[in-house]
């Protein structure tokens, strides 16, 4: 189209036209609102036009449509890229909703937000996390299809389509994007094509202060297919920038061939391009243009300066004629489709159960039941007898560990692994459908990629660690709340309880630290039967992440005859064995392996005349849901001396505790020895809960 423009075939003058109002709107966005990052916007205008309007296959009328491509802007910073995409492709917003960017209300928030705004897939802000989660989108798809259409040559399934993913720098330099790449390439992710933003720019300027390395030998490293249009020709002095949108449609269409490996394709490009003086600026990044800069963009583009989000007619009309041309591939898929579902009855029962997000016949029953035990069952080996009898009767549950699956009982008996054949070891067959997830040793990872796998939509997944390492999964799990994903993480080792590691691994802190995140559940089962219940429940609600918080050591399986039902856990907490006279004058609150001592200590106190309640309190955040009648009911305001034990920080538990509350807690940390040893020394004991719930007495006045 010019000596700097050229276009693929079959594009017209309206598409170049298109194009350049991409960069006039992303300017006046961000002058409007007087913050934003426009210059990554503006300067890959061209990519994500050809990616929208060109390339993916989606339907601006049917935003969840299952044969759909995934796009993911991972560089989230530059929600604009994705926004005006949104616009112009007829997705739902409108010019307004840009005029009201960044603003209280509007449908384009600073970041792009799933739960928002129509037409994202997941909510990027934190870098890594974008591309981290597309690796997850692109194994659960490659899960999907194993699970309905195994048989069919690769291409040819209603279940094959692509994960998209726009990353940049900062991307790039997270820790996250290097454990989910490198996860990635080992998996063969043939159906993951990465878009790198290479325009050397960040917050603080040229990359170069902080990141040298040579990326594209870095992802070739991790086994993917990598890939360089440069459209700075080299990047000296008298280069000439030509925008080649034609070679990276060809790259892009080379690497949707390459059906072993994800694709990284360098794009170099400069910031802000072609912002007269301030184009490859790192002012452009961050901060709005100003007036002049604005109006010298639109100048060079031949728009009128005066206006302001300017719109050709004949433009708007092209670009939303994107929903003719989906209907087109829609209607071709949906052939294709339609023969599947005649031709493979069961398999396509199961999708429409999948669709519907229900539980599958036998669910209820397929649930283990334990018998009373004195010596009992560590929660994290219950967990494990629960995912083994829940194999064959939910197919789409499916996970794994961060290489501790043999301590975190994640592995499921007889289930090959998700890994390609070649790579399989000798404890673990790979099967490119397979069940069980490697993780590496990769926490922050696993989280994203949990988020991507059920963010896809048909399969539920988990994933394990040691409740110590979840720190390095935060960032995920935060994202993953403010999204309410309903991924499950398999926490165990959940105390100074888990003995002699000692104080590194002894998580003492994190209960209350993950207690604080909205969205956010934390059930921390008190003995095998509350574990099985702990499970069907999360499943059972779908919504949301939840945190499974589960021992290492053994604990006693309560007698349910003596005790109420575990399937009370449902509620968050409950009353587990009422006081003798009906009406208590102490309230005993346990969690976890520290339950048994509230039971024992509530026996003493019955003993010596004094009525107690024993509350079994696993999840708070189940307990807060339940109506004020209900919590009344299991902690009646009347009754001020309380008592609460776990070992952790008491700082969740003083709302409940009250003024004459006191708490039996780990305010330090831990030690290294046994778990028997830590626990008498720490004041983890039957003799401790009976004097705390003493002196609770003494000060309620009882």
Same mark, same amino acid.
């Given at each position: 189209?010019?000596?700097?423009?050229?276009?693929?075939?079959?594009?017209?003058?309206?598409?170049?036209?298109?194009?350049?109002?991409?960069?006039?709107?992303?300017?006046?966005?961000?002058?409007?609102? *007087?913050?934003?990052?426009?210059?990554?916007?503006?300067?890959?205008?061209?990519? $994500?036009?050809?990616?929208?309007?060109?390339?993916?296959?989606?339907?601006?009328?049917?935003?969840?449509? %299952?044969?759909?491509?995934?796009?993911?802007?991972?560089?989230?910073?530059?929600?604009?890229?994705?926004?005006?995409?949104?616009?112009?492709?007829?997705?739902?917003?409108?010019?307004?909703?840009?005029?009201?960017?960044?603003?209280?209300?509007?449908?384009?928030?600073?970041?792009?937000?799933?739960?928002?705004?129509?037409?994202?897939?997941?909510?990027?802000?934190?870098?890594?996390?974008?591309?981290?989660?597309?690796?997850?989108?692109?194994?659960?798809?490659?899960?999907?299809?194993?699970?309905?259409?195994?048989?069919?040559?690769?291409?040819?399934?209603?279940?094959?389509?692509?994960?998209?993913?726009?990353?940049?720098?900062?991307?790039?330099?997270?820790?996250?994007?290097?454990?989910?790449?490198?996860?990635?390439?080992?998996?063969?992710?043939?159906?993951?094509?990465?878009?790198?933003?290479?325009?050397?720019?960040?917050?603080?300027? &040229?990359?170069?202060?902080?990141?040298?390395?040579?990326?594209?030998?870095?992802?070739?490293?991790?086994?993917?297919?990598?890939?360089?249009?440069?459209?700075?020709?080299?990047?000296?002095?008298?280069?000439?920038?030509?925008?080649?949108?034609?070679?990276?449609?060809?790259?892009?269409?080379?690497?949707?061939?390459?059906?072993?490996?994800?694709?990284?394709?360098?794009?170099?490009?400069?910031?802000?391009?072609?912002?007269?003086?301030?184009?490859?600026?790192?002012?452009?990044?961050?901060?709005?243009?100003?007036?002049?800069?604005?109006?010298?963009?639109?100048?060079?583009?031949?728009?009128?300066?005066?206006?302001?989000?300017?719109? &050709?007619?004949?433009?708007?009309?092209?670009?939303?004629?994107?929903?003719?041309?989906?209907?087109?591939?829609?209607?071709?898929?949906?052939?294709?489709?339609?023969?599947?579902?005649?031709?493979?009855?069961?398999?396509?029962?199961?999708?429409?159960?999948?669709?519907?997000?229900?539980?599958?016949? *036998?669910?209820?029953?397929?649930?283990?039941?334990?018998?009373?035990?004195?010596?009992?069952?560590?929660?994290?080996?219950?967990?494990?007898?629960? %995912?083994?009898?829940?194999?064959?009767?939910?197919?789409?549950?499916?996970?794994?560990?961060?290489?501790?699956?043999?301590?975190?009982?994640?592995?499921?008996?007889?289930?090959?692994? +998700?890994?390609?054949?070649?790579?399989?070891?000798?404890?673990? @067959?790979?099967?490119?459908?397979?069940?069980?997830?490697?993780?590496?040793?990769?926490?922050?990872?696993?989280?994203?990629?949990?988020?991507?796998?059920?963010?896809?939509?048909?399969?539920?997944?988990?994933?394990?660690?040691?409740?110590?390492?979840?720190?390095?999964?935060?960032?995920?799990?935060?994202?993953?709340?403010?999204?309410?994903?309903?991924?499950?993480?398999?926490?165990?080792?959940?105390?100074?309880?888990?003995?002699?590691?000692?104080?590194?691994?002894?998580?003492?802190?994190?209960?209350?630290?993950?207690?604080?995140?909205?969205?956010?559940?934390?059930?921390?089962?008190?003995?095998?039967?509350?574990?099985?219940?702990?499970?069907? @429940?999360?499943?059972?609600?779908?919504?949301?992440?939840?945190?499974?918080?589960?021992?290492?050591?053994?604990?006693?399986?309560?007698?349910?005859?003596?005790?109420?039902?575990?399937?009370?856990?449902?509620?968050?907490?409950?009353?587990?064995?009422?006081?003798?006279?009906?009406?208590?004058?102490?309230?005993?609150?346990?969690?976890?392996?520290?339950?048994?001592?509230?039971?024992?200590?509530?026996?003493?106190?019955?003993?010596?005349?004094?009525?107690?309640?024993?509350?079994?309190?696993?999840?708070?955040?189940?307990?807060?849901?339940?109506?004020?009648?209900?919590?009344?009911?299991?902690?009646?305001?009347?009754?001020?001396?309380?008592?609460?034990?776990? $070992?952790?920080?008491?700082?969740?538990?003083?709302?409940?505790?009250?003024?004459? *509350?006191?708490?039996?807690?780990?305010?330090?940390?831990?030690?290294?020895?046994?778990?028997?040893?830590? +626990?008498?020394?720490?004041? +983890?004991?039957?003799?401790?809960?009976?004097?705390?719930?003493?002196?609770?007495?003494?000060?309620?006045?009882?």
């Amino acid at each position: 189209m010019t000596e700097t423009f050229k276009a693929p075939e079959g594009w017209t003058e309206l598409d170049k036209r298109a194009v350049d109002t991409v960069r006039v709107l992303a300017a006046d966005a961000v002058e409007k609102v *007087g913050n934003g990052h426009p210059g990554t916007a503006i300067s890959l205008a061209p990519a $994500a036009y050809l990616l929208y309007q060109d390339l993916m296959r989606h339907d601006p009328t049917d935003a969840r449509w %299952l044969g759909r491509d995934r796009f993911v802007l991972s560089a989230g910073h530059s929600s604009l890229t994705q926004y005006i995409q949104l616009y112009l492709g007829g997705f739902g917003l409108e010019k307004k909703d840009l005029g009201e960017f960044r603003t209280w209300g509007s449908k384009t928030p600073g970041h792009p937000e799933n739960f928002h705004t129509r037409g994202v897939e997941v909510t990027t802000g934190p870098l890594g996390q974008g591309i981290s989660s597309a690796v997850g989108m692109a194994m659960a798809q490659r899960r999907e299809r194993g699970l309905l259409d195994p048989e069919a040559a690769p291409g040819t399934s209603p279940f094959d389509h692509f994960t998209y993913v726009i990353a940049s720098d900062g991307d790039l330099q997270e820790g996250v994007s290097s454990e989910s790449s490198s996860l990635a390439g080992t998996q063969k992710l043939g159906n993951l094509i990465v878009l790198w933003d290479d325009n050397e720019i960040s917050i603080e300027g &040229d990359t170069s202060i902080a990141f040298q390395e040579d990326t594209a030998a870095r992802y070739a490293a991790y086994g993917w297919d990598v890939r360089t249009v440069d459209w700075r020709n080299g990047g000296t002095a008298d280069s000439v920038y030509v925008e080649d949108v034609a070679a990276l449609k060809a790259e892009i269409l080379a690497a949707q061939e390459v059906t072993d490996k994800p694709t990284f394709i360098r794009l170099r490009t400069i910031i802000g391009w072609p912002i007269p003086e301030l184009a490859g600026n790192h002012a452009v990044h961050g901060a709005k243009l100003g007036t002049e800069a604005v109006a010298g963009l639109k100048e060079v583009l031949g728009f009128d300066p005066q206006q302001q989000f300017q719109v &050709d007619e004949d433009v708007l009309d092209h670009t939303r004629s994107l929903a003719e041309r989906a209907a087109v591939a829609k209607a071709e898929w949906d052939t294709g489709y339609q023969a599947w579902r005649s031709a493979n009855a069961e398999a396509a029962a199961l999708l429409d159960r999948l669709r519907a997000r229900e539980l599958p016949a *036998g669910f209820a029953e397929a649930f283990p039941t334990f018998e009373a035990d004195e010596k009992g069952l560590a929660t994290r080996a219950a967990s494990g007898k629960v %995912l083994e009898s829940l194999a064959p009767v939910m197919p789409e549950l499916w996970g794994g560990s961060a290489d501790l699956a043999g301590s975190n009982n994640t592995t499921m008996k007889g289930e090959p692994s +998700f890994l390609p054949a070649e790579y399989g070891s000798a404890e673990f @067959a790979g099967d490119e459908f397979g069940r069980t997830l490697h993780f590496g040793i990769r926490e922050h990872a696993m989280g994203s990629i949990l988020s991507g796998i059920s963010l896809h939509g048909l399969t539920r997944p988990y994933g394990g660690t040691f409740f110590q390492f979840a720190d390095y999964m935060r960032g995920a799990v935060r994202l993953a709340s403010l999204m309410k994903v309903p991924a499950t993480y398999v926490w165990t080792h959940d105390s100074v309880g888990l003995g002699e590691d000692g104080p590194t691994h002894q998580p003492v802190e994190h209960l209350a630290a993950y207690r604080a995140i909205p969205n956010l559940s934390i059930v921390r089962p008190a003995d095998a039967n509350e574990t099985a219940q702990a499970w069907k @429940a999360t499943l059972e609600r779908d919504r949301g992440p939840v945190g499974l918080v589960l021992s290492r050591q053994a604990m006693p399986t309560f007698d349910r005859s003596e005790y109420a039902g575990a399937e009370n856990l449902v509620k968050g907490g409950y009353v587990m064995k009422e006081a003798s006279s009906g009406a208590p004058q102490v309230i005993l609150i346990g969690t976890g392996s520290e339950l048994q001592y509230a039971a024992e200590a509530q026996k003493q106190l019955e003993a010596e005349g004094v009525p107690t309640r024993l509350v079994s309190m696993p999840s708070v955040e189940w307990f807060d849901e339940q109506d004020e009648a209900y919590r009344e009911s299991v902690l009646p305001s009347s009754v001020t001396a309380r008592v609460t034990v776990e $070992a952790g920080i008491a700082m969740p538990w003083y709302r409940f505790l009250g003024a004459h *509350g006191r708490a039996v807690s780990l305010e330090h940390y831990g030690a290294s020895a046994d778990a028997k040893t830590l +626990f008498r020394e720490y004041g +983890f004991t039957a003799d401790a809960v009976f004097a705390a719930a003493k002196e609770s007495l003494a000060a309620a006045g009882a």
